[in-house]
């Protein structure tokens, strides 16, 4: 779950930063971008308290996949202009 998008960033930012290579970072930038966008259209729960629980750490992981995109991108960009 959460940890997932907290490692993808971290990798995404280490890996460009120690190759000097923004196509890494932009690759999980895209990757975590998808995630966010995923986690809109995500299937219902059975019940109305189900729902409101998952709704709120689906809304959790979409806010942390769109930070960790955010800063792989602007990683790569640092990059790139270096």
């Known amino acids: ?3 997932s ?3 993808a960033t971290a990798l995404g930012v280490g890996v460009t930063m120690a190759m000097s290579a923004p196509v890494y970072g932009m690759t999980l930038a895209w990757a975590l971008a998808a995630c966010a ?10 019940s109305e308290h189900d729902e409101k629980i998952l709704g709120a750490a689906a809304n959790v992981q979409r806010k942390l996949c769109l930070a960790g995109s955010f800063a792989c991108g602007i990683t790569a960009l640092y990059t790139a202009l270096l």
Do not use: I
Not at 37 to 46: T, Y
């Open 5 to 7: 998008a907290l490692a």
């Open 37 to 46: 966008d995923g986690m809109k259209k995500r299937k219902a729960a059975h």
């Open 1 to 3: 779950g959460h940890s």
